[in-house]
């Protein structure tokens, strides 16, 4: 008679008993997976990228550091809205300039019976009209002392225009009387004196504003003799 087989942990018997321990341990790693994935945690494995992408977006500046990080531009005072005011307003004191150079020879070749010396104090005085409209739209509202600037170049042409119109009456008549008769008596040309006078002192006040202004944006630095 053969003697019974031996049973070992390998046998009939052991699988059977190992079989519970398997499903009980599947149910607890279900359960731990399900605590895992409700409680928000993240996953071993991708620690390593988490940490990553939190140190990269930890890396990436904010608006705030951007704007203190960034040079502010300095401001050249050659270029801008005011640069090209103060260039337009150099622009008619020019022609007011030549206008005014002239005017004097006009006045003698006319005193000397010269008929263009009338036609040259006629040109100016039309130039002057048109100075005083260009000067009245002016916008100066980005100059420094703009409204002050404007005011008294305005009154200067406004005085000068009148002054070279009554240069112009005493003229024609001057030269329709066959240039007989006092020229400083006449009441034209007094009244060219005088508004003349008045316009010197507007121009004075004009050049003082101008002057920094010049410095500032490099323009001719004028007078008030030369206005």
């Known amino acids: 008679m053969e003697p019974p087989a031996a049973h070992d942990d390998w046998g009939s018997i052991g699988p059977r008993r190992r079989t519970p321990l398997i499903f009980v341990g599947l149910a607890l790693s279900g359960l731990a997976l399900a605590w895992w994935i409700l409680a928000g945690r ?22 705030a550091e951007v704007e203190e990080l960034t ?41 000397k019976c010269e008929s263009d010396g009338r036609d040259t104090i006629q040109s100016i005085t039309t130039n002057r009209r048109d100075q005083l409209t260009l000067a009245r739209a ?24 009148e002054a070279d119109a009554a240069f112009l ?7 329709g009387k066959g240039c007989t008769g006092a020229i400083a008596e006449d009441r034209d040309y007094q009244r060219g004196l005088d508004r003349s006078e008045t316009a010197q002192a507007a121009k004075t006040r004009f ?21």
């Open 42 to 63: 993240p996953w071993p494995f991708a620690d390593g990228a988490d940490g990553d992408a939190q140190a990269r977006q930890d890396e990436v500046p904010t608006l």
């Open 71 to 111: 040079p502010v531009p300095e401001t050249d005072p050659s270029t801008g809205e005011a640069a090209r005011q103060a260039a337009k307003l150099d622009d008619l004191l020019t022609n007011s300039h030549s206008a005014r150079s002239s005017l004097s020879e006009a006045i003698a070749r006319a005193s």
């Open 138 to 161: 002016l916008d100066v509202t980005a100059l420094p002392g703009g409204p002050a600037l404007k005011e008294a170049l305005v009154e200067a042409l406004d005085a000068s225009h």
């Open 169 to 175: 009456s005493w003229a024609r008549r001057h030269l």
């Open 207 to 227: 050049v003082e504003v101008w002057r920094p202004l010049a410095e500032t944006y490099d323009l001719t630095r004028w007078k008030a003799d030369d206005i």
